[in-house]
């Protein structure tokens, strides 16, 4: 699934600043994210350079981070992935932490065909049941 131009890692970043800003905070900064991420503050400074070198992520006034398009689309396929495989693995009795774990770790090593069947038997099989 990853992009031809990003990894694993970059690919986390980005939807880790999509989530934060779906749950709630606007602002996100580089502090948000070593939080949540549970990395140092200079690790987190360094991927976020690298991101805004490639085109990424733009640092706006305040330090305020924001996705550009290409990094929302990237953003949003992953979380998007996330999401499905997360509810998909609860769905079929994974606990909350493993399903989350899974879905993190195989979100961007499976392949669109693959993906999309899991997508679809999951809103045939499960969606319309939540």
Not at 81 to 105: K, M, N, P, S
Request: hydrophobic share 40%; proline share 2%.
């Amino acid at each position: 699934m990853q992009d031809t131009n990003t990894n694993e890692s970059a690919e986390n970043y980005l939807k880790r600043i999509l989530m934060l800003q779906e749950e709630g905070n606007p602002n996100v900064h580089a502090i948000d994210i070593a939080t949540s991420m549970n990395f140092s503050k200079a690790s987190v400074s360094i991927a976020l350079k690298k991101l805004e070198n490639e085109g990424y992520v733009t640092v706006g006034p305040k330090q305020v981070l924001n996705l550009t398009e290409a990094g929302m689309a990237i953003a949003k396929k992953v979380y998007g992935r996330y999401i499905i495989l997360h509810r998909f693995f609860v769905a079929l009795g994974v606990d909350d932490q493993t399903a989350f774990d899974d879905a993190c770790r195989i979100e961007h090593d499976l392949s669109e065909s693959t993906f999309q069947a899991l997508k679809k038997v999951y809103e045939e099989k499960v969606a319309h049941k939540d």
